[in-house]
């Protein structure tokens, strides 16, 4: 499953499957971007970072691309398993202290 | 061992009430940030401070007050509580002042009536 164009708010997709999560972000001089998984009832929580030196970076079964030309990150899940099941959200380091978060993406994995 | 933790985890109060939320990191962290998470789990920064320093100030109302006796504490508190206060609030931690991730705490989950 994939959300397209800039920014959906949910994804569903099969058990098994892999799920692309997009997030389109606003300032061009950002340098550093950080993917986070929000489950029901918690806090965010870090999966992947990625600095703007790089255009991907891998973890255990997630995926970070950025494309600096169109101001683009995603996020890919191999092989989604029903914990997977949560809101995503983007974020961009905004000046010198600031994280700044996308709207996010919630995602539901189908059993 | 909670990380980031805060109090209250719910609280329900009517409106014009003033009320605190507590937050407490046992990291070692330096800097500290307050998050507002709307109905629509949007995340919108408020405040941080680095080492009991505000660097963070965002277009925030001034009913809320953030205060930090210490770099392992950072407590808000809300005067004259609003409808549209109503959020679920979260607190944050991070090593250094500028890179890293941000550490959340679980959240404060704030009904006014």
């Known amino acids: 499953g994939e959300s397209v164009g800039l920014h959906l708010p949910t994804l569903s997709v099969q058990e098994g499957d892999n799920s692309i999560i997009n997030c389109a972000y606003s300032?061009?001089?950002?340098?550093?971007f950080i993917w986070y998984k929000q489950e029901s009832g918690k806090g965010p929580q870090f999966i992947i970072d990625?600095?703007?030196?790089?255009d991907k970076r891998q973890g255990q079964r997630v995926t970070v691309l950025l494309n600096k030309t169109v101001k683009h990150l995603s996020l890919q899940i191999a092989a989604t398993q029903p914990g997977d099941s949560a809101v995503y959200f983007c974020?961009?380091?905004?000046?010198?202290?600031?994280?700044?978060f996308g709207a996010g993406t919630t995602v539901t994995v189908r059993a | 061992d909670t990380a980031v933790s805060q109090t209250p985890k719910y609280l329900v109060t009517q409106m014009g009430n003033d009320k605190s939320i507590k937050c407490e990191q046992n990291?070692?962290?330096?800097?500290m940030y307050w998050y507002k998470q709307d109905s629509k789990k949007f995340l919108k920064i408020m405040f941080s401070?680095?080492?009991?320093?505000?660097?963070i100030n965002e277009t925030v109302p001034n009913r809320f007050s953030p205060k930090s006796p210490d770099k392992a504490h950072l407590n808000l508190h809300i005067n004259s509580l609003e409808l549209g206060d109503s959020a679920v609030y979260f607190c944050?931690?991070?090593?250094?002042?500028?890179?890293?991730?941000?550490?959340f705490g679980e959240g404060s989950r704030l009904t006014v009536l």
């Open positions: 974020a961009e380091r905004v000046g010198d202290y600031k994280l700044s």
């Open positions: 944050a931690s991070r090593r250094g002042l500028a890179g890293g991730e941000l550490f």
């Open positions: 300032n061009s001089a950002s340098d550093y």
């Open positions: 990625i600095r703007s030196n790089m």
């Open positions: 401070y680095n080492n009991k320093e505000l660097i």
């Open positions: 990291l070692g962290h330096d800097t």
